[in-house]
């Protein structure tokens, strides 16, 4: 009787697993090393990253893989390995499409004493900065290496709850920073931010308080933490909520410390996998709250998403042709990388597909209301029961769950928004400003945003992008004392705003699963 998974992998080598209890087939391949690189919705069974060919004995395909794959390839063996858990059997490996780390290096290579790191651990993604003083020498930015073991903040927590997988989840993560030292030049400070949950996770410390409600910190941050013996003692910043975390207080760092300062009162916005919403009224008082919002946005988890990186589509435009992208360019030719999809394309796509009636504000597809969108309209078809856009560029498509990804996205921003302004009795109006953080607000079209009903028309003309604060406001905190004062202090400033517990927010958020901005 077999008790092993054998894997034949597409470079002819062959793996003889032990499965483990408990885990899936993807979470397993992914911790004997498979999945490095590939981001993996874990479990959603929608980004397709994690198929596999059973050679004998298929298991009976789930709803998702029908969506995914032919008939054709069904009655071959093709699966998704996060819909199955982990059993003996011998299956076939594909190349898997692998998110190249990209790096900037400005280092001259004569390396000084006092050089600093400064790492945003977000849920998808870790980026990094080595600095001397306040100027940066060398950065980068690539996937979050724990991504194989939950997409999101609630599935990593669940992988965390045993100190065992919790160990794991936090060697990912310090084997990777003791790798990018080495590749470069021994540090003697380092800060790291990110929310509350990555930052425990991390630490390893017990997240079983940020799992289940109540919710409450396991550690307040603002201190250093000593995460593995050859790396020097972490700077994590406070944090200020359950998943309100150092991330958005070194966002606030980089606001008041850096060009443009910011000017209350305004609405500080952080589009990650988990929303961090502020809204400062004044430098001394701030409310702060979060809504989960899942990695859509950061092009994890939809059927052709892809993270940002050359050879992404970034944005659409109708033509008399048809769909035509706009991709990112790549300064070298990237190896099996498959047309994809960002966060911000999603966003331009719909925003597109709004404004030429493709596609109804509840997010229904429609017939069109020019002749060039009819004729885009008329690319719709059905798989399995399924409605599915045609984009008419590389096989790419727009599945009907995608535009549902991104209207909870939406609902759950717009709920965020609305709360804050309503608590503060502000109308969008009264703002000074309203400050996008994150890669995808860096990246993203305001226009867009106004167009699908995260943000109201009025507020674009105060709208900007502030990148990613989060890193900003590292970078700042590893040399600045009067910096990590100010930080001490903004626990003590805050106000929680608590949205998913109270009664009526199941109600709330409904109302603005469309695409319009609801006050």
């Known amino acids: 009787m077999k008790t092993s998974l054998t894997v034949h992998c597409h470079n002819s080598k062959v793996m003889e697993i032990a499965p483990a209890t408990g885990l899936n087939m993807a979470q397993t391949l992914f ?101 001397i003083e306040d100027r940066t020498v060398k950065s980068g930015q690539e996937l979050n290496p724990q991504m194989g073991l939950g997409s999101e903040v609630m599935s990593r927590l669940a992988f965390a709850a045993k100190p065992e997988q919790r160990k794991i989840l936090s060697k990912l993560v310090t084997d990777r920073l003791r790798a990018i030292i080495a590749e470069t030049a021994p540090v003697q400070e380092l800060t790291v931010s990110g929310n509350p949950s990555m930052t425990s996770i991390l630490a390893q410390d017990d997240v079983q308080s940020l799992s289940r409600a109540p919710y409450a910190l396991p550690s307040k941050g603002g201190e250093r933490v000593k995460l593995d013996a050859k790396l020097p003692e972490a700077y994590i910043p406070p944090h200020l909520a359950p998943f309100v975390g150092a991330d958005i207080t070194a966002g606030i760092v980089a606001l008041n ?38 990695p859509a946005l950061e092009g994890v988890g939809m059927s052709n998403g892809r993270t940002a990186g050359p050879g992404a589509v970034s944005a659409f435009t109708l033509t008399p042709q048809g769909l035509s992208p706009s991709t990112i360019k790549a300064e070298k030719p990237e190896h099996n990388q498959k047309p994809g999809i960002t966060g911000t394309g999603y966003l331009s796509l719909c925003a597109l597909l709004l404004k030429s009636g493709v596609l109804t504000r509840e997010g229904q597809f429609g017939a069109g209301n020019t002749p060039f969108a009819a004729k885009l309209a008329d690319k719709l078809t059905k798989i399995n029961g399924t409605p599915v856009l045609d984009l008419g560029h590389e096989g790419l498509t727009l599945p009907a769950p995608d535009v549902e990804e991104i209207l909870k996205v939406k609902a759950a921003f717009n709920l965020a928004m609305s709360a804050l302004l309503n608590e503060a009795g502000l109308a969008p109006s009264d703002l000074k400003e309203l400050i996008l953080g994150g890669a995808m607000g860096q990246h993203v079209n305001i226009n867009d945003l106004v167009t699908t009903g995260f943000i109201p028309a009025e507020s674009s003309a105060i709208t900007r992008a502030a990148g990613n604060t989060s890193l900003t406001g590292a970078k700042i905190l590893t040399h600045n004392k009067k910096a990590r004062d100010f930080a001490a202090s903004l626990p003590s400033r805050s106000k929680v705003l608590e949205l998913a517990g109270s009664n009526d927010f199941g109600d709330k958020y409904l109302a603005r699963i469309i695409f319009k901005y609801v006050y």
């Open 257 to 294: 410390f850096s060009e443009p300062k910011a000017q209350p009162p305004y609405l500080f916005a952080d589009l990650g996998t988990n929303g961090e919403f502020v809204l400062c009224l004044s430098e001394d008082e701030y409310i702060v709250s979060s809504v989960p919002m899942g």
């Open 31 to 131: 911790l004997n090393g498979a999945f490095k690189g590939v981001p993996l919705c874990s479990g959603m069974g929608r980004c397709g990253l994690c198929k596999v060919r059973f050679e004998s004995t298929p298991p009976e395909p789930r709803k998702e893989e029908l969506l995914k794959f032919s008939a054709a390839e069904i009655e071959s063996g093709w699966r998704l390995s996060c819909l199955h858990p982990a059993t003996p059997a011998t299956i076939f490996l594909p190349e898997p499409e692998r998110v190249v780390p990209r790096v900037s290096d400005n280092f001259s290579k004569n390396f000084p004493d006092n050089l600093a790191l400064a790492v945003d651990l977000g849920t998808t993604g870790l980026h990094w900065a080595f600095t």
